[in-house]
């Protein structure tokens, strides 16, 4: 049924792609269509960023964060389809390469040049595999880019209420790209945020479960991968796990909520977490 929603609508939950920009409602960003003139990045917002709700909100508190440190972006909007990672991931390679074909052709139309994206999905296929098919890009994780902006001083935060927060890698952040500092050093930019690791981390870090197009699967035998990592999450007795990826803030989140956790365990993306900090008072999410 995934690769159905994808050969009909561009995205895996056979969402209206006509809505793919409602996310960005009354934040002021302009498409490419409209010729927005010069733009520092495009922003690459993703399916799980376009139609999800919980991951609507992260990629709302990323564009609140770069428009506050002046940073200028576009997005495609309804011209931008699933990148068709899951769709390579599974096999289906003709659908990647269908998928991936039409993005390419869109950004090369625009003259893009530069990306910024939250997923690490969409991150690994644009900047890996799109050059396979004629898409070279600059392609940057919105922790890279948060992380830098902070260390340049072009953003700044507010000192907040004391947290203690566990970061989850991604795997594909970390193990396929080395990203690994970058939001943690976002992270520790934050006033009054303890970082804590889990046990397993960085190159030794452990899957949430949903890769390798498994996000789209029910894990039917044993344990849930998603359970034993928001266990060890929770061992830390930090109060927030940090994520860096929508599949990742979905498992988790799902499985705190499972397990009982949810009213003592938080998994929030770094850039929600970052935001909070923009303002006194929490956003919602």
Known sequence: SAFKNLEKAGNPWGVDPSTRADWAEGLGIPSMADGPGEVEYLFWVGCA????????????????????????????????TCTGDFARRAGNEYLFQTLAAQNVETLNRYGVRRIVTACPHCFNTLRNEYPQLGGRYEVVHHSELLARLLAEGRLRLEPGSSLSVAFHDSCYLGRHNGVYDAPRDALRAAPGLELVEMPRSRENGFCCGAGGARMWMEERIGTKVCDDRTAEAAATGAGVVAVACPFCLTMLADAAADGGREETLAVRDVAQILADRL???PREG
């Open 279 to 281: 303002s006194r008072g």
């Open 49 to 80: 960023g376009s139609f999800d709700d919980r991951n609507r909100k992260v990629v709302r508190a990323t564009a609140e964060l770069l428009a506050a440190a002046g940073v200028r972006i576009a997005i495609l909007g309804p011209e931008e």
